[in-house]
């Protein structure tokens, strides 16, 4: 099956964007209005963050909604006004509508109940288990795309604190990279479709992927 994906997110109004920069850029402290030039700013600052969160956050620590948002925050506050703070228009990509602004926050408090409660600190030594933990707690947030920008990445975020407090590396996500990897990509995006209806089997084969590819 092929996945026809824009890479582009639909909004009903685009007064958040920055003037002349074609749609694509939000409206930034610095101006920018270059896709290119923000797209390597963002990079810099997220080597940045994930760096300074491994040094705040430790193998004890249980997440919590609030975190997400402190993480979010930490990486793009010096970039976008939005930064740690729920979106406020509908989003949707391809045809796939994320959570109701007006829902946010209660689903990021279920998700903290029901997912970041359970699954962290994560502690998990089998391969199978630790897998299915990351995937189920990557799905649900990726389902919520709390966030104006960044949803993805803040997710892969979180996924590497969780990595850490198991004891193991960073992921490398290159195996569902659009760019390195079109077909990854591609089946990472019908796992999160499955996540949809609770199915975790697809997100959770990916992670074991991405878990044995990042410790060779």
């Not at 903290?112 to 707690?137: M, N, R, W």
């Amino acid at each position: 099956m092929t996945i026809k994906n824009s890479g582009r997110y639909c909004v009903p109004t685009d007064e958040d964007f920055e003037p002349d920069s074609n749609n694509e850029v939000l409206k930034n402290y610095l101006g920018i209005k270059s896709a290119e030039k923000m797209g390597a700013l963002e990079e810099q600052e997220l080597e940045r963050t994930e760096l300074e969160l491994l040094k705040i956050f430790d193998e004890s620590h249980r997440f919590t909604a609030e975190d997400i948002c402190n993480i979010h925050e930490l990486w793009l506050g010096d970039v976008y006004p939005s930064a740690g703070k729920y979106r406020t228009v509908n989003m949707s990509k391809d045809g796939f509508p994320f959570a109701a602004p007006l829902r946010i926050e209660s689903s990021m408090k279920e998700f903290e109940k029901k997912y970041l409660a359970i699954h962290t600190p994560c502690h998990y030594s089998d391969p199978s288990e630790l897998a299915l933990a990351l995937g189920a707690v990557h799905i649900e947030l990726i389902l919520i795309h709390p966030f104006r920008e960044g949803n993805g990445r803040t997710a892969r975020l979180l996924a590497d604190l969780m990595a850490m407090q198991a004891n193991r590396p960073s992921l490398n996500f290159s195996a569902i990279d659009k760019t390195e990897n079109e077909k990854g990509f591609e089946q990472y995006i019908l796992a999160i479709h499955a996540g949809v209806s609770g199915s975790y089997e697809p997100i959770q084969e990916i992670f074991s992927k991405l878990l044995e590819q990042s410790t060779t």
